[in-house]
């Protein structure tokens, strides 16, 4: 491998697996006729308690996805995992979405919509019930589930807290 190594090349080779969840086209009316810009929802993770999402618009959608993938990783986010499932029940809101996650004994999978979905497969999480209860924008559904994943305590260092042994 060359040593001299651009900083785009060195983002394409992190650990992280990347995801377009969304691409919205938006026109805009002008004097020469219909003009287009595109937004795009990206999430990263690693598949271990690390996942990132990041939303930007461009007039093009590959600058728009390169865009969100950079914002992304910018926001990273370590969550707790209790080996194969997220250690206890939590509801989420974000704006006008509500998501609640159940952990899952081993074996049941993800069972979620597609956009919780994709964020709990990317970030490691194997066993986990969600369920969406309030509206159906993704990009809402994205940072409701991000804010549950980063709101999950540990379950040992909350029960010793308490003084009650596990």
Not at 56 to 64: F, H, L, S, T, Y
Not at 86 to 96: L, R
């Amino acid at each position: 491998m060359a040593k001299n190594k651009t900083k785009r090349q060195e983002d394409f080779e992190t650990e992280f697996e990347e995801k377009v969840l969304f691409i919205n086209r938006c026109s805009k009316v002008v004097k020469g006729g219909r003009k287009f810009s595109f937004s795009a929802l990206v999430i990263v993770g690693d598949g271990n308690g690390r996942v990132g999402v990041g939303f930007a618009k461009a007039n093009e959608v590959a600058d728009a996805i390169r865009k969100a993938g950079e914002t992304s990783r910018k926001n990273i986010l370590d969550f707790e995992i209790d080996e194969t499932t997220i250690p206890h029940e939590i509801i989420s809101e974000w704006d006008g979405a509500r998501v609640l996650l159940k952990p899952a004994k081993q074996g049941t999978g993800v069972i979620a919509g597609s956009q919780v979905r994709a964020v709990l497969e990317i970030g490691g999480v194997k066993d986990v019930v969600a369920k969406s209860l309030g509206c159906n924008n993704p990009i809402n559904q994205v940072y409701a589930t991000f804010k549950a994943l980063s709101e999950l305590k540990n379950r040992k260092e909350t029960l010793a807290a308490r003084g009650i042994e596990a």
